[in-house]
């Protein structure tokens, strides 16, 4: 579903991301951790060109891509990667001016250019996934954050993209509105949705996660099962990190 | 007030009045609406990346901010004749004000879309849509409600600037004042009233304006 090969990302001159090379299957769940500024946001923001890597290969289902510096990226090309992949924010960036199913139908309305009246349908059982039909006609402002949070997932969800990408989806929330957003995030895993999932919550990682990623200073340092990154790892890096974020395992 | 003063005032409402109808209020109006479209298209050429463009709206803005707006209606209705462009007084000062309109405006409507969060550009971007989309769906109705009080203030600005139609020979109502002024020598009478007739005008409009922010608080920035 998801490859990339030699793939690196300079901002000017600072090198962000190293030869990353990674595969993820389909049907499987990534989780990326590593300490502040490794490159985590970096890495997933490539995967659908809201950042342009510098270099390297990605294919992500049957499309492929090539960079290099020199050669810029067709608009069809990032289109149709965009289409493929569905995004959740830290910060959720709901559009405020739209109630909760209108953000939910924004996208099929405006790019799959379904008929209003079915993509409020298709927008409301994408509620209803993430627990939230009764609050259709709320605005993001009358929403606690795990509620914009989840609207924020509906929204990706009804695009039905092959490749869920998720970025400290519950980092900015009170703690006790984490659960609720890895709940609906469990459900999706369960359902057999593609996911790369940038996180500190390590229970959530040991139990839904197909594969684990430890990155360091725009490094891929690890790469196995949560078990095998989590309890076997020998890597004197790794295991500061997770020493460091301890309390959420 | 003298009774003669009392029916002079009296008797000039009317013409006032009609010429407040028929000259300013459609004079600001329709510079206002082909104005914001100049302004808009302007903001937008000025954050294209297309730089040829930018640097035209760059130095469309440069010129109409930079000169008096008096100058311009002169240079449009007395000045353009001498190379051959003869344009009617009223036509004249809609194209004068629509500039003036077109650059101030543009400069909010720039800002107010520059104030709109990344993070909004970019869930259009994941969700695949083009830049356009992303304006059109997103960027531009929330900068409208942060542009919407600075806009209504240049419409109301507009409406007392109109005066300036005078001096080109637009029988607005400072035009019709002046004239009733000539006829029956009460300057401090017929300005005054005048005045008020603005001020009537600009108060409607202030009260239409808090109308107008109230329809957007329907929603609160995030
Ligand atoms: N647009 C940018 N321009 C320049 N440098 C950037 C830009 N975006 C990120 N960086 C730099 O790239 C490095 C990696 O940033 P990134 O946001 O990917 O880290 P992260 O692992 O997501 O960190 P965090 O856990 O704090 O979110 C940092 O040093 C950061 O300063
Ligand atoms: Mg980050």
Redesign the interface.
Known sequence: MLQMTHLSKSFGSVQVLRDINLRLEKGKVLVIVGPSGSGKTTLLRCI?L?ETPTEGEMSVGDLQLHFDQGTKLR?SDI?AL??R???V?Q?Y?????RTAVENVM??LI??QKTDKNQARLQALEMLRKVGLEERAGA???QLSGGQQQRVGIA??IA?DPDLLLFDEPTSALDPELVGEVLNAMKALAAEGRTMVVVTHEMKFAEEVADKVIFMDNGLIVEEGTPEQVFRQSTNERTQAFLSRVKGNV | MSDRQIQIFMESLLPLFKAGVAFTIPLALISFVLGMILALFTALARISGWKPLALIARFYVWIIRGTPLIVQLFIIFFGLPKVGIVIDPFPAAVIGFTLSVGAYGSETIRAAILSIPKGQWEACFALGMTRWQALKRAVLPQAARVATPSLASSFISLVKDTSLAATIMVTEMFQTSQQITATYYEPLLLYVEVALIYLLFCSVLSYGQARLERRFDRYHAI
Not at chain 1, 93 to 97: A, E, Y
């Open positions: 659908n809201l608009k289109l965009r289409k992949t569905g995004m924010f910060s960036h709901l559009f405020p001016h924004e996208g405006t790019v605005y993001p402002f929204r990706a695009m």
